[in-house]
């Protein structure tokens, strides 16, 4: 009689929690009634749009889709979903930093289809985009063009990059404790970056835990590694000046949360300091934000670093990943499109404070 009971029990649940479609109705209309079937083609003839749409233009869209090793294939059971419309989907949730829900609604396909959608593509630009538009430079010649840069456009010598840690914040990951939870009192992971007067990332790191120090991260990095044994071929020390004698080595710059060493220098700590070295702080500054000012290109082109990114961390990680090479690709495809960006380089080009003229003199 028990056994029967069960089988009727099954039977009825079963009944009531049998699928009303296979395919939602909702969903059937992709190929008619879709986001991108229905506005790609007015975004490719207003091209403002379709950089503000996608934040780069339509021929560096089609130059990425060309560089990414994207393999589909329809079944028996439905046609599969086109790399232009992967693209596109990724894309836009980078761009926009919506919900999976709002792209579901929009572009008709299932939740967990783009959920995996943005794991698999993040990941294809990420491959296909860091060796050559996230290349590690290893000459003396890239590196001596590097500091031309900062002593031409921050008049600081012999820099080879600014290097900062921004917090990428996240929804609590579970069992991970006090892990990521950062001194600012939220979730993150770090992306510790090196950056070149052109704002381009010329290193990065990913996925250090919230709670620790951007001196601590950068010492653990790779890049750190490579300079203090001599495999980047960093320029050696040479004088500031041809009328000058004394050797002075090539370094980074970064703020109050590096240790001072050989290879980085920081600004002079405490109120009362004298002329000088307010003067060198100042100098040091004009060089250092570059990297604040890269961090905020990303995060305004890449909204989805605006918000608490609600996936799990390696996904997140591979988001941060994919949007730092973007940022190189856009950066170099199409320039400074933006006009904050234009602002940001007038600023910086065209300043002319006490303090820069008696500098400068």
Same mark, same amino acid.
């Given at each position: 009689?028990?056994?029967?009971?069960?089988?009727?029990?099954?039977?009825?649940?079963?009944?009531q929690?049998k699928? $009303?479609?296979?395919v939602?109705?909702?969903?059937?209309?992709?190929?008619?009634?879709?986001?991108?079937?229905?506005?790609?083609?007015?975004?490719?003839?207003?091209?403002?749009?379709?950089?503000?749409?996608?934040?780069?233009?339509?021929?560096?869209?089609?130059?990425?889709?060309g560089?990414?090793?994207?393999?589909?294939?329809?079944?028996?059971?439905?046609?599969?979903?086109?790399?232009?419309?992967?693209?596109?989907?990724?894309?836009?949730?980078?761009?926009?930093?919506?919900?999976?829900?709002e792209?579901?609604?929009?572009?008709r396909? =299932?939740?967990?289809?783009i959920?995996?959608?943005? $794991?698999?593509?993040?990941?294809?630009?990420?491959?296909?985009?860091?060796?050559?538009?996230? $290349?590690?430079?290893d000459?003396?010649?890239?590196?001596?063009?590097?500091?031309?840069?900062f002593?031409?456009?921050?008049?600081?010598?012999?820099?080879?990059?600014?290097? %900062?840690?921004?917090?990428?914040?996240?929804?609590?990951?579970?069992?991970?404790?006090?892990?990521?939870?950062?001194?600012?009192?939220?979730?993150?992971?770090?992306?510790?970056?090196?950056?070149?007067?052109?704002?381009?990332?010329?290193?990065?790191s990913?996925?250090?835990? =919230?709670?620790?120090? %951007?001196?601590?991260?950068?010492?653990?990095?790779?890049?750190?590694?490579?300079?203090?044994?001599?495999?980047?071929?960093?320029?050696?020390?040479?004088?500031?000046?041809?009328n000058?004698h004394?050797?002075?080595?090539?370094?980074?710059?970064?703020?109050?949360?590096?240790?001072l060493?050989?290879?980085?220098?920081?600004?002079?700590g405490?109120?009362?300091?004298?002329?000088?070295? $307010?003067?060198?702080?100042?100098?040091?500054?004009r060089?250092?934000?570059?990297?604040?000012?890269?961090?905020?290109?990303?995060a305004?082109k890449?909204?989805?670093?605006h918000?608490?990114?609600?996936?799990?961390?390696?996904?997140?990680?591979?988001?941060?990943?994919?949007?730092?090479?973007?940022?190189?690709?856009?950066?170099?495809?199409? =320039?400074?499109?933006?006009?904050?960006?234009?602002?940001?380089?007038?600023r910086?080009?065209?300043?002319?404070?006490?303090?820069?003229?008696?500098?400068?003199?």
């Amino acid at each position: 009689m028990d056994d029967e009971i069960v089988v009727l029990w099954w039977y009825l649940n079963r009944r009531q929690n049998k699928r $009303k479609h296979w395919v939602h109705p909702i969903l059937r209309e992709r190929f008619s009634l879709g986001t991108f079937e229905t506005l790609m083609g007015e975004l490719r003839r207003d091209e403002s749009k379709f950089f503000n749409y996608f934040r780069m233009t339509a021929t560096t869209f089609d130059d990425l889709l060309g560089r990414l090793d994207i393999r589909v294939r329809d079944t028996s059971f439905r046609e599969c979903i086109c790399p232009e419309q992967r693209l596109a989907i990724c894309l836009r949730y980078l761009a926009s930093g919506c919900s999976f829900k709002e792209i579901h609604y929009s572009y008709r396909v =299932g939740v967990s289809t783009i959920s995996k959608l943005i $794991k698999e593509m993040t990941h294809v630009i990420w491959e296909n985009l860091k060796t050559d538009f996230l $290349k590690l430079p290893d000459t003396e010649r890239e590196w001596e063009d590097i500091a031309s840069g900062f002593e031409r456009k921050a008049n600081f010598p012999h820099c080879l990059g600014a290097v %900062d840690g921004k917090h990428i914040r996240i929804l609590k990951p579970a069992k991970s404790g006090s892990m990521f939870f950062n001194y600012k009192e939220y979730y993150s992971f770090v992306l510790m970056a090196v950056v070149d007067s052109e704002y381009r990332f010329i290193f990065i790191s990913v996925g250090s835990f =919230g709670k620790e120090c %951007d001196s601590s991260i950068l010492k653990d990095s790779t890049f750190w590694q490579k300079i203090n044994d001599g495999t980047l071929n960093v320029p050696k020390p040479r004088p500031l000046h041809e009328n000058l004698h004394e050797e002075l080595p090539f370094i980074l710059v970064g703020d109050e949360g590096f240790a001072l060493t050989p290879n980085l220098l920081r600004p002079y700590g405490g109120t009362h300091l004298n002329t000088d070295k $307010k003067i060198f702080n100042y100098r040091l500054s004009r060089a250092r934000r570059y990297v604040e000012c890269a961090f905020g290109i990303l995060a305004n082109k890449w909204r989805i670093i605006h918000r608490a990114i609600d996936l799990n961390v390696d996904t997140a990680i591979q988001v941060i990943k994919a949007c730092a090479v973007l940022h190189n690709f856009v950066r170099e495809k199409d =320039g400074i499109n933006f006009e904050s960006y234009q602002n940001i380089e007038h600023r910086q080009e065209q300043e002319t404070t006490p303090m820069n003229r008696n500098v400068s003199s």
